[in-house]
């Protein structure tokens, strides 16, 4: 299957900082990403669809000035969280689609961010 | 609204003890459904696309089948490294940019 590659792995911040997680799709192009987090033991909750060259649509309760998404190329979507608070440690994914019909989606290796 | 539920939450086995994980859905219209596999700490990793009741797929010990209502996954002859956990999601044939709606997993340990 295709590859999803996500930076970083685990990170640390302080409270007030912001934190920017990256992810690419390594062999092929993705028109379209998202973003999910996941708390211990949930689900995946998604937060936002990206589209190459347009404005993220963000899901119902995701404050979209605090978790800024840009998908500048067909390849690289980033998250930012913004003025990051520890409510915001969790896990976040992102996963990659090749096409509006394509129905699989292929998933990062997430990133698991503390904020201290 | 999309609902996946899953059952049971978690599921101990021994090895080569064979069982089946459900997910059941509620959806106007399904595009599809969909099977991954999660270990601790990494993201999901694709397993499984059902499109339609009736429609079975498999794949080494693992075998998903899906009616209008659920979907199961059929683990036979399990071994440890079946361990992780499974999760179901649900694609809405209204859904305009492939959204996925997830279950919340069952937990699999599989004991030598």
């Known amino acids: 299957g295709a590859v999803v590659s996500q930076h970083p792995s685990r990170v640390i911040c302080k409270s007030g900082t912001s934190v920017k997680i990256e992810c690419r799709s390594l062999?092929?192009?993705?028109?379209?990403m998202f973003w999910y987090r996941q708390f211990p033991k949930q689900s995946l909750m998604l937060m936002a669809t990206?589209?190459?060259?347009?404005?993220?649509?963000?899901e119902q309760g995701v404050e979209k000035d605090k978790f800024l998404i840009n998908h500048a190329s067909l390849t690289l979507s980033t998250l930012t969280v913004t003025s990051a608070h520890p409510e915001d440690s969790s896990f976040y994914i992102c996963?990659?689609?090749?096409?509006?019909?394509?129905?699989?989606?292929?998933f990062g290796q997430g990133t698991r961010l503390t904020v201290v | 609204e999309d609902q996946v539920t899953q059952s049971p939450e978690a599921l101990r086995l021994q090895e080569g003890e064979s069982s089946s994980l459900n997910c059941s859905y509620t959806?106007?219209?399904?595009?599809?459904l969909f099977w991954y596999r999660q270990d601790p700490g990494k993201g999901p990793e694709f397993l499984f696309t059902?499109?339609?009741a009736g429609e079975e797929k498999e794949k080494e010990r693992l075998k998903a089948t899906l009616t209008k209502k659920e979907s199961f996954l059929h683990i036979t002859a399990p071994k440890p490294e079946d361990s992780a956990t499974y999760l179901c999601?649900?694609?809405?044939?209204?859904?305009?940019?492939?959204?996925?709606?997830f279950g919340t997993g069952t937990r699999l340990l599989v004991s030598p």
């Open positions: 996963s990659a689609s090749q096409g509006r019909l394509n129905t699989e989606a292929f």
């Open positions: 062999d092929f192009q993705a028109t379209t």
């Open positions: 990206s589209n190459e060259g347009s404005k993220a649509t963000y």
């Open positions: 959806v106007s219209g399904l595009r599809g």
């Open positions: 059902l499109y339609s």
């Open positions: 999601a649900v694609q809405e044939v209204n859904t305009g940019f492939q959204k996925l709606v």
